[in-house]
């Protein structure tokens, strides 16, 4: 057992191992942070990252794990700290902290820039209100430009035990509260279920929905037949690598 002079000594040195250690992983989480690429797939390492296109830089967060990595997170809900009930401005330009452990949408414009750079493909994750959780692959995903009122192409359920529903979306014109595009001439959907998403007549899908479920609407984070009020929810995109 060592003495308590042998304790002087090592400790000392234990403490500025791990000090050292702790200073190369906070140099290490910076280097990533502010690493700038072309897309999710060049990293092999889950985080943040600057993402650059040809009009513009931004943060994004890259999954370098989950079904084979290569995503792009687009939307992320963890713990209902921050309300999805926007206006067009905000959906638009995106809000909240792009970070692992945060909510947040990135933006229509962002995605529609992404998007608009080759053929990709989504990925939704969900966990409904009694743990279950649920996924769905889809083989075609876009967003169009604020011109065509960021309409949706989302189509092809690959892989996962959650139905195509969110196809339902496919073609849709973005909503929110101000600004009404949904196929009901007397409703609303962005008004009436608080969010902004790519409704059709209110009830398929709606991911953007309150994190706890409206008392009034019965609804939160929704996915018809699999969910009223999801407690986690998100959504990744990818580029789809060509078959030779």
Same mark, same amino acid.
């Given at each position: 057992?060592?003495?308590?002079?042998d304790?002087?000594?090592?400790w000392?040195? *234990?403490?500025?191992?791990?000090?050292?250690?702790?200073?190369?992983?906070?140099?290490?989480?910076k280097?990533?942070?502010n690493?700038? *690429?072309?897309g $999710?797939?060049? %990293?092999d390492?889950?985080?943040?990252?600057?993402?650059?296109?040809?009009?513009? #830089?931004? &943060?994004? *967060? $890259?999954?370098?794990?989950?079904?084979?990595?290569?995503?792009?997170?687009?939307q992320q809900? /963890?713990?209902?700290?921050?309300s999805f009930?926007?206006?067009?401005?905000?959906?638009?330009?995106?809000?909240?902290?792009?970070?692992?452990?945060?909510?947040?949408?990135?933006?229509?414009?962002?995605?529609?820039q *992404?998007?608009?750079?080759?053929d990709f493909?989504?990925?939704?994750?969900?966990? +409904?209100?009694? &743990?279950?959780? =649920?996924?769905?692959?889809?083989s075609?995903? +876009?967003?169009?430009?604020?011109?065509e009122?960021?309409?949706?192409t989302?189509?092809? #359920?690959?892989?996962? !035990?959650?139905?195509?529903?969110?196809?339902? &979306?496919?073609?849709e014109?973005?909503t929110?509260?101000? /600004?009404?595009?949904?196929?009901?001439?007397? %409703? +609303?959907?962005?008004? %009436?279920? =608080?969010?902004?998403?790519?409704?059709?007549d $209110? !009830?398929? %899908? +709606?991911?953007?929905?309150?994190?706890?479920k409206?008392?009034?609407? =019965?609804?939160?984070?929704?996915?018809?037949g699999?969910?009223?009020?999801? #407690?986690?929810?998100?959504?990744m995109?990818?580029?789809?690598?060509?078959?030779?």
């Open positions: 057992m060592p003495s308590s002079r304790a002087t000594v090592i000392p040195g *234990i403490i500025n191992l791990l000090n050292q250690r702790l200073m190369l992983e906070q140099l290490l989480s280097q990533t942070k690493r700038i *690429i072309q $999710c797939d060049e %990293v390492s889950s985080g943040r990252y600057r993402l650059r296109l040809p009009s513009t #830089t931004f &943060g994004v *967060i $890259c999954d370098a794990r989950s079904f084979d990595g290569g995503w792009l997170v687009i809900r /963890l713990s209902g700290k921050l009930d926007r206006d067009w401005d905000g959906y638009r330009d995106g809000f909240g902290i792009v970070g692992s452990a945060s909510d947040f949408w990135l933006g229509l414009e962002k995605i529609h *992404i998007t608009s750079g080759g493909e989504l990925a939704v994750e969900l966990r +409904n209100e009694f &743990g279950t959780y =649920g996924f769905a692959l889809h075609a995903f +876009n967003v169009a430009g604020e011109d009122l960021y309409r949706l989302c189509s092809g #359920t690959e892989a996962g !035990n959650l139905d195509g529903r969110i196809g339902a &979306g496919h073609g014109l973005f929110t509260r101000d /600004l009404d595009f949904d196929k009901l001439e007397d %409703v +609303n959907c962005g008004q %009436v279920y =608080g969010s902004g998403w790519w409704f059709y $209110c !009830n398929n %899908v +709606n991911l953007n929905g309150p994190y706890k409206d008392n009034v609407t =019965g609804r939160g984070i929704y996915w018809r699999f969910t009223d009020a999801a #407690t986690y929810s998100r959504m995109i990818r580029r789809k690598i060509p078959y030779e």
